[in-house]
């Protein structure tokens, strides 16, 4: 386990006595189940084992706004913990003031999840979890959303799901993705 850090954050996180990893590898991590979401806390704690992880998630559920950005208000922001902001705002949103107002450099990587529930078929077209992975796309950043068909998750749902998305993570560092592509 590593580090959540942000440029504003003066303290990690999490401690740990684990080998240092290189900074160069920034992650953005959000979702559409909120920032205190089991399966949000779950995934960043999971990228911080590959590099720096910052979350920035809405600050309540907002499951099913598809790729919505908010015009009309001001969003808002506020660090919750270190390297954990809540926005008032959706999921594109986040992504959005992540990358150019809350984060000090660009990330290499955003992996939106662990959503609760299936995103499947013209679901997807609902899905906030997939719609921030693909504002990042459009940005041209690396992005994975990912799901999972449970309403309540169990210790081994997020241990098999974490693990298999840490590997994922890795190959799409390593060996990129096709322009305007996301997982």
Same mark, same amino acid.
């Given at each position: 386990?590593?580090?959540?850090? *942000?440029?504003? *954050?003066?303290?990690?996180?999490?401690? %740990?006595?684990?080998?240092?990893?290189? @900074?160069?590898?920034?992650?953005?991590? $959000?979702?559409?189940?909120?920032?205190?979401?089991?399966?949000?806390?779950?995934?960043?704690?999971?990228?911080? $084992?590959?590099?720096?992880?910052?979350?920035? +998630?809405?600050?309540?559920?907002?499951? +099913?706004?598809?790729?919505?950005? $908010?015009?009309?208000?001001?969003?808002? +922001? /506020? /660090?919750? /913990?270190?390297?954990?902001?809540?926005? @008032?705002?959706?999921?594109? @949103? *986040?992504?959005?003031?992540?990358?150019?107002?809350?984060?000090?450099?660009?990330?290499?990587?955003?992996?939106?999840?662990?959503?609760?529930?299936?995103?499947?078929?013209?679901?997807?077209?609902?899905?906030? %979890?997939?719609? &921030?992975? !693909? /504002?990042?796309?459009?940005?041209?950043?690396? &992005?994975?959303?990912?799901?999972?068909?449970?309403?309540?998750?169990?210790?081994? @749902?997020?241990?098999?799901?974490?693990?298999?998305?840490?590997?994922? +993570?890795? !190959?799409? !560092?390593?060996?990129?993705?096709?322009?305007?592509?996301?997982?």
């Amino acid at each position: 386990m590593s580090s959540l850090i *942000c440029w504003r *954050c003066a303290d990690p996180f999490w401690k %740990t006595n684990d080998p240092p990893k290189s @900074d160069d590898v920034l992650i953005l991590v $959000t979702n559409d189940d909120g920032v205190y979401s089991p399966g949000l806390r779950a995934l960043a704690e999971a990228m911080a $084992t590959l590099g720096d992880a910052v979350i920035v +998630a809405p600050d309540r559920n907002r499951s +099913a706004v598809g790729h919505a950005l $908010t015009l009309e208000q001001p969003l808002r +922001a /506020e /660090e919750i /913990e270190p390297g954990i902001f809540a926005v @008032d705002g959706t999921p594109t @949103d *986040c992504v959005n003031l992540g990358i150019h107002g809350l984060m000090m450099q660009r990330p290499d990587l955003v992996v939106s999840g662990i959503n609760s529930g299936s995103n499947l078929g013209d679901d997807i077209t609902y899905s906030g %979890t997939v719609s &921030a992975a !693909m /504002e990042a796309s459009l940005m041209g950043i690396p &992005a994975i959303a990912i799901s999972l068909d449970a309403k309540i998750f169990s210790e081994t @749902d997020l241990l098999t799901t974490t693990q298999f998305v840490v590997l994922l +993570a890795n !190959m799409v !560092m390593k060996k990129g993705l096709p322009a305007d592509t996301f997982l």
